[in-house]
């Protein structure tokens, strides 16, 4: 499949080597009557989370499954209604329902540093609100106005949750239709506003921004979003207070909850024509992550690339471009936000999916694709040769697919001293059948490591724990803790502490483990790291 390069700068941004697929797991949920899968390098199911109806999913630093889940009779296509958590074996530890008489959940969650849970959320109005805010009433149809927000959950309780921060596209509107009418204005002069007619269509019972991606960037503390309708990604300042973020100042950035960004589309903000737009219908911006390939740009699909007797998607790589300060800004060159171009483009005439949809830079430079309406999950290189593919068995539509470098997975983080279990999935992947695992303890830390005959470095530290697993596996309380991997790849194994084992003293010290494995007898690979607290 060819990749279509438009710079210089993506050729150098992508000249790593990358034959070969990353290693990983591939997790993903089709859309229907499916479970939460995780598959292997060769398509094999490793693990399924029960539970249907999923769209988008994610995995925790823990290795908990956070997914939103629909909710059913909502009505509405794209909307979900309830966010779930659970862990590697399938026991709930959240489970709420995010729709209510305000707002309606629907579509992409994010998981943030803290904890917190980003979600898109249609507020609930009627065409009353939408026209008393310039909304053109011959542009309403239907009984209700559904505009978007961004609102930040925090969990309170098995079922409950407290939103913490919250930003809403209603705020934020500029029209030029009504001058009786609030957000009066010149639209081309507010390009941190939304225009509440544009696009100039009508809009009877679905949303009427259509946002169907989400992502988060730590580094910046900002939000982007992907907007359907309008047919743009913008960015908003995490930064502020809800307070801030409902007006035009305050935040890092000084411009509240203004879009600090936009692009894709510049008729949406006045700077453009048709010819102009360059995203149609798409979906999934995501930050590339520190230390990849082009890291601190953005990735998307998008649907609609061409439109003709054959329909082609595509993918994008694009640098968000930004001033000394770090603020992005109107390019003056062509009177809207950059970038003129995509850094990078992968398209070809067989790949088109018209809805759902993702792409994500991996750490070896390659990207993993959804064409959700196909069902073809794939991973290309930076040449755009595919290096791995899978169509799940059955599966109409999948909405997304990510990326998992984790293989280590417990069902619990604390231990007591009065006792108890912990049990650990030792998840790799079906090429590693019949190999040899041991899991391996520390008590005191995972640096600066071990090294091991053969180069690798256990991130463990050697102390009493690991020498005792290293010299007693499988034996009392350490039960399968060094057997082979089975046919899927992947074991099970256990700590089984009796009351009295562990001492008092030892209460508030942190217990880490990982897998090693080993072929002919010399560590090739290891997991990650778990952790484990001890308490009272």
């Known amino acids: ?4 390069r438009v710079a210089t700068a993506a050729i150098l941004a992508l000249s790593i080597s990358a034959a070969a697929q990353q290693p990983g797991l591939r997790l993903y949920a089709p859309l229907g009557p499916f479970e939460t899968q995780l598959v292997d390098g060769l398509g094999n199911q490793v693990h399924s989370w ?21 909710e059913p009779n909502l009505g509405i296509p794209g909307t979900t209604g309830r966010l779930q958590e659970m862990n590697i074996e399938g026991t709930i ?35 009353a609100d939408a026209i008393a805010a310039g909304r053109d009433p011959s542009l309403i149809a239907g009984a209700v106005w559904l505009p978007d927000s961004v609102l930040e959950l925090e969990r309170t309780g098995l079922n409950t949750y407290n939103v913490v921060w919250e930003w809403h596209i ?32 009508v809009v009877n019972t679905v949303y009427y921004n259509h946002m169907n991606g989400i992502d988060y960037d730590p580094i910046n503390d900002w939000i982007v979003v992907s907007t359907r309708n ?41 700077h453009g024509g048709p010819a102009d737009q360059q995203l149609h219908r798409q979906h999934d911006p995501r930050f590339i992550p520190p230390g990849f390939p082009g890291a601190g740009n953005l990735t998307m699909f998008d649907n609609d690339h061409i439109i003709g007797p054959t329909n082609q998607s595509a993918v994008y790589e694009i640098e968000l471009p930004v001033d000394g300060t770090g603020m992005p800004f109107i390019d003056p060159v062509i009177g809207q936000y950059g970038p003129a171009a995509p850094l990078w483009i992968y398209t070809d005439p067989s790949f088109y999916s018209a809805f759902v949809s993702s792409a994500e830079r991996l750490a070896n430079g390659n990207t993993l694709i959804c064409s959700g309406q196909q069902s073809y999950l794939f991973e290309i290189d930076p040449s755009g040769t595919v290096v791995w593919s899978f169509n799940p068995p059955g599966a109409p539509f999948v909405y997304q697919i990510q990326n998992v470098d984790r ?29 040899m695992f041991f899991l391996l303890g520390s008590l005191s830390g995972t640096s600066p490591g071990t090294l091991m005959p053969g180069g690798v470095v256990v991130p463990l530290n050697i102390d009493v724990l690991m020498t005792g697993m290293a010299l007693y596996p499988n034996i009392g309380v350490f039960q399968n803790t060094m057997g082979m991997f089975d046919p899927s790849g992947k074991e099970v194994s256990a700590l089984d502490i009796p009351p009295g084992l562990i001492s008092p003293a030892l209460v508030g010290l942190e217990m880490d483990f990982a897998h090693l494995i080993l072929q002919g007898g010399i560590t090739t690979e290891v997991s990650n790291t778990v952790r484990v607290d001890i308490i009272n």
């Open 93 to 127: 530890s959240w489970d709420c329902v995010v729709s209510d008489a305000q707002k309606l959940m629907h579509h992409d969650i994010e998981i943030l540093p803290n904890g917190n849970i980003l979600i898109i959320a249609a507020d609930r109005q009627t065409p």
């Open 170 to 201: 209603k705020d934020h509107y500029v029209q030029d239709f009504d001058v009786t009418k609030p957000n009066f204005g010149v639209v081309a002069n507010e390009p941190g506003k939304v225009d509440i007619n544009f696009p100039p269509v």
């Open 407 to 435: 293989r280590l997975w417990a069902n619990g983080d604390e231990m007591s001293v009065a006792g108890g279990r912990i049990e650990f999935t030792n998840l790799v992947d079906s090429s590693h059948a019949g190999d």
């Open 1 to 4: 499949m060819p990749t279509t």
């Open 230 to 270: 309008q047919q743009e990604i913008w960015l908003i300042d995490h930064s502020t207070t809800t307070a801030e973020s409902a007006g035009s100042t305050g935040g890092a950035r000084g411009k509240g909850g203004d879009l600090l960004w936009r692009w894709g589309n510049p008729q949406a903000y006045d």
């Open 50 to 70: 029960p539970g249907t109806g999923t769209t988008s999913c994610y995995l925790r630093p823990n290795g908990n499954l956070i997914r939103g889940m629909v």
